[in-house]
C-alpha cells in the first residue's frame, strides 16, 4: 500500500522554527518528485516546494523563499521542509505530495498521491 505520512507539525511563536518530515512508503521513493503544499482556513490549497529526484533541484513559492528549505533523504525515504522564520501567515495544514515529472507548473491538481497533513500554527 502506498503512503505518505507526515508530522512534525505544531504550536510556534512567530518567528519561530519547524521542520516537518513525510515517511513515503510502499513504492520507489526516488522514483518521483515531491513537493509540499499548504491550506489554510477558507482557502485553497496551494503550492509551497517542490524537489526532484535526487534533491539536486528545488523550487519555491515566493512566500517560502528564503525561510523554506525543502530537501530528502532517498535512503530513509523521507521528505523535509524546513521552515525558520514563521509568521502568523504561515498558519496551515501542511501536505506532502508526489509526481513522476519535477519539471513544470507544480499545482494541486497535478499531483498522484497525497499524505493526510499535518498542522502548523504560528501565534503572534
Known amino acids: 500500500q502506498e503512503q505518505l505520512v507526515e508530522s512534525g507539525g505544531g504550536l510556534v511563536q512567530a518567528g519561530g522554527s519547524l521542520r516537518l518530515s513525510c515517511l513515503a512508503s510502499?513504492?520507489?521513493?526516488?522514483?518521483?518528485?515531491m513537493g509540499w503544499f499548504r491550506q489554510a482556513p477558507g482557502k485553497e490549497r496551494e503550492f509551497v516546494a517542490a524537489i526532484n529526484w535526487s534533491g539536486g533541484s528545488s523550487k519555491y513559492a515566493d512566500a517560502a523563499k528564503g525561510r523554506f528549505t525543502i530537501s530528502r533523504a532517498n535512503a530513509k525515504n523521507t521528505l523535509y521542509l524546513q521552515m525558520n522564520s514563521l509568521e502568523p501567515e504561515d498558519t496551515a495544514v501542511y501536505y506532502c505530495?508526489?509526481?513522476?515529472?519535477?519539471?513544470?507548473?507544480?499545482?494541486?491538481?497535478?499531483?498522484?498521491?497525497w499524505g493526510q497533513g499535518t498542522l502548523v500554527t504560528v501565534s503572534s
Open positions: 505530495a508526489r509526481r513522476i515529472s519535477y519539471a513544470g507548473v507544480w499545482s494541486a491538481g497535478g499531483m498522484d498521491a
Open positions: 510502499g513504492y520507489i521513493f526516488d522514483l518521483y518528485a
